[in-house]
């Protein structure tokens, strides 16, 4: 659960991932890899027909191997790769890019990939986040990422960039929008809020099975840093107010039943203040909705400052319904 972004770096909006583009075959070259979603690196383009891949080092495993403009973009570099297209319509914009994600390590892994669009100054002009799951060891998977539709003032696109990577252990990853795991039970973090220094992120427990659940107390954390180690020195405070009293007053935890298609929310609340001391940022979080839950690992960012304290809210029923897809029918 990341604070609401800007087109600085990162920021993130996601788009769905299109597959079967007829420029792909011709931008990638393939040999015992798997293509799936997308992913992107730093390039820069010339507008040619003929599709040469980019030489590209890549962060963090994902390298963008071309950029396709449609023909009316301009040509920055003739020394980069880029394919002229026509795909562009009125809802879409005809740029991507595509890119590899290859897992160097010994367990498979999900991948969340922000990319951005830029134009001849380097100013950013779109942003837009990809996720490649389920990317085993020693293997490489291409995509695309989608520009999407752009203002019509929007400055032409003249390159992309990965601006972050960030990775989890695969069988870690939350669920897929609009799956549901065979545990029935999908956990979430969204993108937060911030303000004045608090932050504050939610958590989300749906239902999606087939049966009730229920659920009692506060989520279960352990916190990570980017070698996936635990962070020492960080309290975790029971209710927000040994942080805030702003973020409202701290209901006591009861039992929450969710039948199939309901859902329950809790809270991670935080003060970004920077005192004497090293200032901790935790980028991960391991949540199990309770004891014996199956562990789902999250991405909020924490930037804890010198607190040294995090507050976690318990779970309380909400009333949105976490269905619309029928998922709930189909699993658990």
Known sequence: MRRPADLRRPSAASLPLLSALAATAVLL??????????????ARASASRDGTRIDDPGKDGVRITSLTLPSASPSPDRGDSV??????TEADSGVFAAYEV??????ARTYSVVFTFVSGDGGAVTNQTETVRDV??????RGTVRAGRLPSTAPRVTGAEVLEVTTVPAGEA????GTCPPSGIRVSADQGDAAMGLRVVGLHLDNCGKRPYTVEGYPLLELLDDAFQPVDGVEI???????TTGAGPDEPPRPVRLNPGESATAGLVWRNTTGFGTPVNVPYVRVRA????????????LDLGTTGKLGVRP?????RQVCPDRTCRDSG
């Open 237 to 243: 405070l029971h209710g927000s107010g040994g942080i």
């Open 315 to 319: 779970w309380e029923k909400t009333e």
């Open 290 to 301: 309770q004891e014996g839950a199956d562990p789902v690992t999250v991405t909020p960012h």
């Open 136 to 141: 085993g060891p020693g293997q490489t998977v």
């Open 83 to 88: 394919s002229a297209d026509e795909l562009a």
């Open 29 to 42: 070259t393939a040999c015992g890899t798997e293509h799936a979603g997308p992913g992107s690196t730093d």
């Open 102 to 107: 290859t897992n160097d390590g010994s367990e």
């Open 174 to 177: 939350p669920a897929e929008p």
